[in-house]
Every structure is written in structure tokens, then in C-alpha cells.
């Protein structure tokens, strides 16, 4: 199983991001996949998920109304569009997928991740 993320970068505060977590090896639509962050001397954070039975979502407070979390299936990919970024919003950007049809918060949860990807938002 490979989960792939890519998108990061550097921005502005206020400005956007989107980025894309692709996976291979395992049967994407009935995975539900989610999206961490870890910033430098912190623990790894929930910041989205979304189920693979009715694409339900669920967010971090700090993220919600400015992240959008998406999949499509026919790509195997899942998708996180971020935008009115904060420098505080600054992290290294994991995917990773479960086998419950719920979204989860919990880390433990997930049974596959990706390798990370940096987002870096100055101020």
C-alpha cells in the first residue's frame, strides 16, 4: 500500500493550498481517508476526514470553514483544499486511510499513512 501526498508548499497567510493524497494497493472506495499535521515540536493532529460509505465529513475546529476535504474514487485520490491560511496552519501534511466507514480522529485508527508533505505559511 502506498499513499502518496503531494501540493505542499510555501504561501502567504491568507492564501491557498490544495493538496492531493494518491493510493495505490488497496481498494480505495472502502477506505476512509483522513488528513493529519504534525508542526515542528508537536504531537500529529486530526485536521479532516472523510467517509468512503456517504462521503460525510468531519473537521478540527481550528480548520473548519476553511479546509475542504474531498475524494474521488475513480483516482484514488483524496484531496484537501486549504484555504485563508495561518501561519499556525504551518505543519508537515500526512494522509492516511482506515477501514471504518466512520470518520475518525483518532490516529490509531488508521491503518495506512503517507510519507508527509510540507506546508509552510509566513506571515
Known amino acids: 500500500v502506498q499513499l502518496q501526498a503531494s501540493g505542499g508548499g510555501l504561501v502567504q497567510a491568507g492564501g491557498s493550498l490544495r493538496l492531493s493524497c494518491a493510493a495505490s494497493?488497496?481498494?480505495?472506495?472502502?477506505?476512509?481517508m483522513g488528513w493529519f499535521r504534525q508542526a515542528p515540536g508537536k504531537e500529529r493532529e486530526f485536521v479532516a476526514a472523510?467517509?468512503?460509505?456517504?462521503?460525510?465529513?468531519y473537521y478540527a475546529d481550528s480548520v473548519k470553514g476553511r479546509f475542504t476535504i474531498s475524494r474521488d474514487n475513480a483516482k484514488s485520490t483524496v484531496y484537501l483544499q486549504m484555504n485563508s491560511l495561518k501561519p499556525e496552519d504551518t505543519a508537515v501534511y500526512y494522509c492516511a486511510a482506515t477501514g471504518f466507514h466512520q470518520p475518525n480522529t483518532g490516529a490509531y485508527r488508521y491503518d495506512y499513512w503517507g510519507q508527509g508533505t510540507l506546508v509552510t505559511v509566513s506571515s
Open positions: 472523510i467517509s468512503y460509505r456517504d462521503r460525510s465529513t
Open positions: 494497493g488497496l481498494t480505495f472506495r472502502i477506505y476512509t
